[in-house]
């Protein structure tokens, strides 16, 4: 609780005060009187404030739901009802506050101050020792505190109208009896023996504050020896033993009361700033603890931040479930936070991502924490019945050396963990200036790219497919180029990145599957011999749910036959989500699509999709077909490619062809199709027809 500190420290000097003050007041002649209209205002104020507060306590564990309210906190509010009753009774019949049904006296007050003292001791007894067993299994429960009202009440009555009939409590001139010094030892013994109980069972005990509970019961003891040495009744000693209990009540009400109301504030602040599942802080916490590490660092003391990121985590919950997915995030989060050192910061940023923040950390502490990481998550997870591996790529980087603000870091560390995971995953990346100006490139093309398609600045480039054993052109693959007004001609390989990132891949990629129809129809229309047109979807494309109702749409208005497109898709494509692959493949070849996968060989090493799904066609990825023949590997695995497609009945397509070698084994191992600078660029839709009229007789022959 906010300055637990301060008031333990208070309570801590009030107990340590009580020795002196008891030895002080021990002594008859040192005990002060105070004047009786004085003392009675004192102390009508001292014990409104212990029957509120009596009150606060019952209405906390009658009050509370009743779903999640203990026995014990039941049992202690009814004990602190009839705290309330006898404190209440024990200041109206003070001598010297009018007569309450029978004439008020010291030993009439006494009673029921004895009482309310009793009472509360019990309550407090039954909270210890009671287990947290809810109210629900005892139906009767929620009645209770009428049947202690009613109890109460003609026991109080009792001892209103015959005061009498117990022994005497005080005697006036000579000071307590003996009786009345017995119980007050009894009492004090009594809350000595709770707040024993309670330092063994402080494990148990929860839905309070142990500390300003055991405070409680060590004041509450305390103030019982003032009232066991106290000679008149309007005197110091009298007046501090009450003095005492108000200050033990005090604790209590933070015991219970405060407690119990600022713990739904307390449990909803920390959902807002931690993560459900893996009990971390979040990314707004995480926020938070970055500005206050950069208002303490230095340039001799940087601070560190570590973005990690799984990689490869969708496979886990598209093949084993989402629930083992969540036991892997529970697991992962473990092992970074047992890794970390003591003083570092973890944070869930999102989905599969943490970030640590470390103080006093330059660079190389940073990336030694770094690898430590790397090596940890290296080592298989036990899930369940299942061993699972994984790894992780992380982006570094520090305060104040890269970056003056927190979302500038948090920028740089996004770009430096991107770089990591196209370099291969599994590594760390500091972020270095150098990374700044691709940012920067990044932002242009992202704003300029934005309106690519409103300022016709996008195009198709066709380039042509042919069926190796005959030369005879087959079809074409549509290619997109961009010539930005500002930045010039832009890579494919530069802004496709962007466009996925963005989003923008989406509305790009419907204007190409609709231009390269429409092309396809127009050549059709002209008399040419075309071929079919090939289309590459992005991975954003192949996620989309009415994937298939755009195509058919495309078709419908390009009048275009179906058979005449073929869909190019990667593997990581197919294997990012098995199941809705397995859906969109099958919507489309309803449609009566040819479909391929593109850059095969590149993305994973299973291959049952290829018996699963409806394919027809495997292109065989570049940086295979580049140094065959010489490259041995590279020979093997075209082969194997080939022969693998022809056992599926699958046509098989080498991109990237550029040499006659290149072609001489392709056709010597009966590859079906090629492409590549051989035979031609990617070329503007004018060349493209020039080409069909002229034919290509370099092939032919």
């Given amino acids: 609780m906010p300055g637990q500190e301060s008031h333990r420290l208070v309570g801590i000097l009030l107990l340590a005060a009580s020795i002196p003050l008891l030895l002080w007041q021990a002594v008859p002649a040192n005990q002060l009187t105070i004047s009786t209209p ?76 004895l009482c309310g003292r009793l009472a509360a001791g019990v309550g407090l007894l039954a909270y210890v020792l009671l287990p947290e067993t809810p109210a629900t299994h005892y139906p009767a429960s929620r009645y209770g505190w009428a049947a202690v009202l009613l109890v109460l009440g003609v026991f109080s009555y009792g001892l209103l109208l015959s005061p009498q009939a117990i022994p005497a409590m005080y005697v006036t001139g000579q000071g307590m009896s003996a009786l009345k010094v017995t119980f007050e030892w009894g009492v004090f013994g009594l809350y000595l023996a709770i707040a024993g109980l309670l330092y063994l069972r402080r494990t148990r005990i929860t839905h309070c504050d142990f500390e300003s ?49 600022s713990r739904p504030f307390r449990q909803m602040r920390h959902m807002l700033s931690h993560d459900d599942l893996t009990g971390l802080p979040n990314r707004t916490a995480f926020s938070d603890e970055l500005n206050l590490a950069m208002a303490r660092s230095r340039q001799d003391r940087p601070c560190a931040v570590l973005l990690l990121d799984l990689d490869y985590f969708q496979n886990v919950n598209d093949t084993l479930g989402h629930e083992h997915g969540d036991l892997l ?77 927190a979302s500038v870091l948090m920028r740089y560390a996004d770009l430096a963990l991107h770089r990591a995971k196209s370099l291969g995953r599994n590594c760390l990346m500091v972020f270095s200036h150098d990374l700044s100006e691709v940012i920067q490139r990044r932002v242009q093309l992202e704003a300029r790219l934005k309106h690519a398609l409103a300022r016709n600045e996008l195009a198709l480039h066709y380039q042509p497919k042919l069926e190796i054993l005959s030369g005879r052109l087959v079809g074409w693959e549509a290619l997109l180029r961009w010539q930005s007004a500002e930045l010039g001609a832009v890579s494919p390989e530069e802004f496709i990145p962007v466009a996925e990132h963005t989003g923008l891949i989406l509305p790009i990629g419907d204007w190409v599957l609709r231009e390269a129809c429409r092309q396809l129809r127009a050549w059709q229309d002209a008399g040419l011999m075309t071929g079919t047109m090939a289309v590459n979807l992005s991975t954003r494309q192949f996620r989309q749910k009415d994937l298939a109702e755009e195509v058919s749409a495309a078709l419908r208005d390009s009048r275009l036959a179906p058979d005449d497109l073929e869909l190019e898709i990667t593997e990581s494509s197919i294997m990012d989500n098995l199941a809705t692959a397995a859906t969109v ?108 009229r002229a034919g290509l007789r370099r092939v032919a022959a």
């Fill in 38 to 113: 004085a003392f009675l205002a004192v102390h009508s104020l001292m014990e409104i404030f212990a029957v509120i507060v009596a009150a606060l306590v019952f209405f906390t564990g009658h009050g509370a739901q009743e779903t999640v309210r203990p026995i014990r906190a039941m049992v202690l509010a009814c004990a602190f009802l009839a705290v309330a009753l006898f404190d209440t009774l024990h200041f109206l019949t003070y001598a010297g506050m009018p007569d309450l049904i029978s004439p008020n006296s010291p030993h009439k007050s006494i009673l029921f101050w």
């Fill in 585 to 692: 493949l099958t919507e489309l070849e309803r449609l009566g699509l040819r479909i391929a996968v593109d850059d095969f060989g590149t993305g994973y090493s299973s291959l049952s999709y290829l018996k699963s799904f409806p394919i027809h066609c495997l292109k065989i990825d570049r940086s295979f077909i580049r140094d065959i023949p010489g490259d041995d590997n590279d020979t093997v695995i075209v082969r194997t490619i080939i022969a693998l497609a022809g056992s599926l009945g699958l046509t098989v397509v080498a991109e990237g062809v550029e040499t006659d070698a290149q072609l001489v084994y392709l056709r010597a191992n009966h590859c079906d199709q090629a492409q590549g600078y051989l035979f031609s660029r990617p070329l503007p839709p004018d060349e493209c027809i020039k080409l069909m």
């Fill in 213 to 261: 509970l055991m405070l409680a019961l060590l004041l509450m003891a305390a103030g019982e020896l003032f009232f066991i040495v106290y000679v008149e009744v309007s005197s110091t000693a009298n007046l501090l033993g009450h003095t005492y209990k108000v200050f033990a009540y005090y604790f209590l009400y933070r015991a219970i009361y405060a407690e119990s109301v």
């Fill in 329 to 405: 995030l529970m697991a992962v989060a473990g092992r970074i936070r047992a890794g970390l050192p003591e003083t570092a910061f973890l944070a869930r940023f999102s989905g599969d991502e943490f970030v640590i923040l470390l103080d006093d950390a330059p660079v190389e502490r940073a990336k030694q924490v770094g690898q430590a990481l790397l090596q940890d998550m290296s080592r298989e997870f036990d899930i369940g019945n299942d061993r699972l591996g994984i790894s992780a790529s992380i982006g570094i980087v520090t305060y104040p050396t890269d970056g003056e603000s």
